[in-house]
């Protein structure tokens, strides 16, 4: 069973950084492509980025590009997504989720295995 946790949310200033981390206290999350989506107020969810099984091959959306960064550490079975000059609009609840199927620009929520509770993410002007 996926269980999902995600971690490494706060709050900060326009410009700053934060690195969030995803594990699964059940079955590793190895073997699947991981995505991070986010949630903001009033708003659909939406993805952000993936990366495939291997750690390989990440996909960004437009918004997030040359900012956000998506990683897999495999010795310590967490993807990361490290977040830097981030802006208010960021501001969300931020997912991860293992994938269905593989890492691409087709990425969409329908295709999550599995949720956890999110992590929250403010961005402060």
């Known amino acids: 069973q996926l269980q999902i946790e995600e971690s490494g949310g706060g709050l900060v200033q326009s410009g700053g950084s934060l690195r969030l981390s995803c594990t699964s206290s059940?079955?590793?999350?190895?073997?699947?492509?991981v995505a991070w989506f986010r949630q903001a107020p009033g708003k659909e969810r939406e993805g952000v980025s993936c990366i495939r099984a291997g750690g390989f091959a990440p996909y960004y959306k437009e918004f997030v590009k040359g900012r956000f960064t998506i990683s897999k550490d495999s010795s310590k079975k967490t993807t990361y997504l490290q977040m830097n000059d981030l802006k208010p609009e960021d501001t969300a609840i931020y997912y991860c989720?293992?994938?269905?199927?593989?890492?691409?620009?087709?990425?969409?929520?329908?295709?999550?295995?599995?949720w956890g509770p999110g992590t929250q993410v403010t961005v402060s002007s």
């Open positions: 989720a293992p994938l269905q199927i593989t890492c691409g620009p087709s990425l969409r929520p329908h295709q999550a295995e599995a």
């Open positions: 059940g079955l590793s999350l190895e073997s699947y492509a």
